[in-house]
């Protein structure tokens, strides 16, 4: 393996859960989108069940060397430096994301809710901080950005924690929390979730509801209309996914939105947007 790119799965942006630049403008979606494709090298990186820790720790450390300058070892990693260059961005948002790849090499429990914030910290929070900066808003939205882009990612991890438990061995829900309803991990690796996992998705389900309660006015706070829009969608599907995601059980039954129910969802968050903007 020479770089990331060796590690490449194949998905790209339109195959996530929450749309990607689709309604920016041309002038920010090409630094976004570039972003996009060193975040997607590294986490296909970090998730590969193929190579070893050490192996991937070396990929994304000559990730993190391209981004600093001090090396061309990486060929996406030095695209994004290109284009923060070009753009005055600040690299610490993809350094901060490197972090959370690297953790992953090494860390497959997180024992309370606090542990698991502290890396959506690094994991998903520096994405929408870097959205932010592209567009040049206010940094004082950014713990609205947190709030909302944490919650991002413990929905990803009640839908996919499953598939995360028997492929890569990784387990993101709080052990405290699995512990409290005397779930237990290997509860996981059923064909469908026992009432004390069920339980325990929904206590999750409930502190993600709380982090969105946080982000419902970041879009309204967003100079950037058609950002704001994006938001606004991202919000509202974030929403609805989490009411699916304790109401069903994400081990047996589908807990991805389908392309129609997007589009529906995405239709009724930019009305309400434009309206409450009106």
């Not at 809710?113 to 592209?134: F, K």
């Not at 039954?253 to 309400?272: N, Q």
Request: proline share 4%.
């Amino acid at each position: 393996m020479s770089n990331a790119t060796d590690l490449a799965s194949g998905k790209g942006h339109k195959d996530e859960n929450f749309p990607v630049a689709s309604l920016l403008k041309p002038q920010h979606r090409a630094p976004i989108l570039a972003f996009y494709r060193f975040a997607r090298a590294a986490d296909d990186v970090a998730d590969n069940s193929d190579a070893s820790a050490d192996e991937k720790l070396a990929l994304l450390h000559a990730m993190r060397t391209s981004i600093a300058g001090s090396s061309d070892a990486d060929p996406v990693s030095v695209a994004l430096r290109g284009t923060m260059a070009a753009h005055r961005l600040d690299p610490v948002h993809a350094l901060d994301l490197l972090t959370a790849f690297e953790r992953d090499c090494t860390v497959d429990r997180y024992q309370t809710w606090d542990d698991l914030i502290d890396y959506c910290r690094y994991s998903a929070m520096p994405v929408g901080r870097y959205v932010l900066d592209v567009h040049g808003e206010d940094r004082a939205l950014w713990p609205a950005n947190d709030a909302l882009c944490a919650a991002l990612q413990v929905i990803n991890h009640l839908q996919d924690c499953q598939n995360d438990y028997r492929v890569i061995g990784r387990v993101y829900i709080p052990l405290a929390a699995l512990a409290r309803r005397g779930a237990q991990v290997s509860d996981l690796g059923h064909a469908a979730a026992t009432p004390a996992l069920l339980g325990t998705i929904s206590d999750v389900g409930a502190q993600t509801f709380a982090l969105l309660a946080e982000s419902c006015r970041f879009a309204r706070g967003i100079r950037d209309r058609r950002l704001g829009m994006e938001v606004a969608i991202i919000q509202r599907l974030a929403e609805d996914l989490t009411r699916r995601v304790t109401r069903r059980d994400p081990l047996r039954d589908k807990v991805h939105h389908s392309k129609f129910e997007m589009a529906r969802i995405a239709g009724s968050a930019v009305l309400s947007y434009l309206m409450g903007r009106a």
